[in-house]
């Protein structure tokens, strides 16, 4: 790892949701420092995306924070590939904490556009890449998402559906596809049966990403549309319209939970990930 890699405890992984704006310079935040905004490696995956290092001034001290805009990664990779470059680099700076965004269609008639979901767990219909970035980990998917990141997430999730004249909601599955398409009818019925409720082209790899790397990680979802077949028709214009006027207020609401998250965890999440004996069965047990 080249040594000019920064060492950051945290990182914001950004989707759909802010990408619309250059995140976080766009927001005018007293609080931000932008060290370097141009950081990319190259990597076992190829070229990581570009991340940038800023520093976050919070009421516990200053946060060392790499910020990477997954939305779009177009460079002649996969998302997936993008994002085993990605938690590569991730992995090298010392990440353990990452808090993530990103855009959804609703699967159901429960929610609609402009809402903003929680998910608890996570549904994986893309290529997997589990195990790539450490062989020898096994990973156990017990709690996807951090409760403490989401606990810091959803105190400010809550405000930001009240400012909106809209709502908020802690528990979802989100169905991660392959992309970059939109899904089909049929498919989406097909997700829903399997018991999905917002579904998108983010989050996976990620969550699994970062419990091989032993960080915690959590995301939010911003409802932009109904999945196909859902309603008769849904509005690709108003899809647009979400994505230019909140993009702003969703990146102070990553900024706000970042400054909330407990500088030592209080979670479990270090616990899902094992390195068993590879000459011992009894090793590779769960017994969390």
């Not at 195990?131 to 998917?141: K, Y």
Request: with cysteine.
């Amino acid at each position: 790892m080249p040594p000019t890699l920064p060492q950051c405890a945290h990182a914001i992984v950004g989707g759909s949701g802010t990408a619309a704006i250059e995140f976080p310079e766009a927001l005018g935040d007293e609080r931000v420092r932008v060290l370097n905004d141009s950081i990319s490696v190259e990597t076992p995956y190829g070229q990581s995306p570009v991340v940038k290092h800023i520093a976050v001034r919070t009421p516990g001290g200053e946060r060392q924070v790499l910020v990477a805009r997954m939305h779009g990664w177009q460079h002649n990779a996969t998302r997936h590939e993008a994002a085993l470059a990605l938690f590569w680099l991730f992995r090298g700076a010392g990440v353990r904490r990452v808090i993530a965004e990103a855009g959804s269609g609703s699967i159901t008639q429960h929610f609609r556009p402009r809402d903003l979901v929680l998910p608890h767990d996570v549904l994986d219909l893309s290529p997997s890449v589990g195990g790539r970035l450490d062989p020898d980990a096994v990973v156990l998917m017990r709690e996807p998402f951090c409760p403490d990141i989401r606990g810091a997430l959803w105190k400010h999730a809550t405000v930001w559906a009240t400012d909106k004249a809209t709502r908020a909601f802690n528990r979802a599955v989100y169905a991660s596809g392959q992309g970059p398409r939109f899904e089909t009818a049929a498919e989406v019925t097909a997700f829903a049966r399997l018991g999905a409720d917002v579904i998108g082209q983010a989050i996976a790899p990620e969550v699994f990403l970062a419990r091989e790397i032993g960080a915690c990680y959590a995301a939010m979802t911003l409802v932009l549309n109904y999945a196909e077949g859902v309603r008769p028709h849904w509005d690709f214009e108003l899809l647009q319209e979400i994505l230019a006027e909140d993009a702003r207020s969703l990146g102070q609401l990553l900024l706000d939970a970042l400054s909330d998250v407990p500088e030592e965890p209080l979670c479990s999440c270090a616990e899902y990930r094992r390195l068993p004996a590879a000459t011992d069965p009894a090793a590779m047990t769960d017994t969390a």
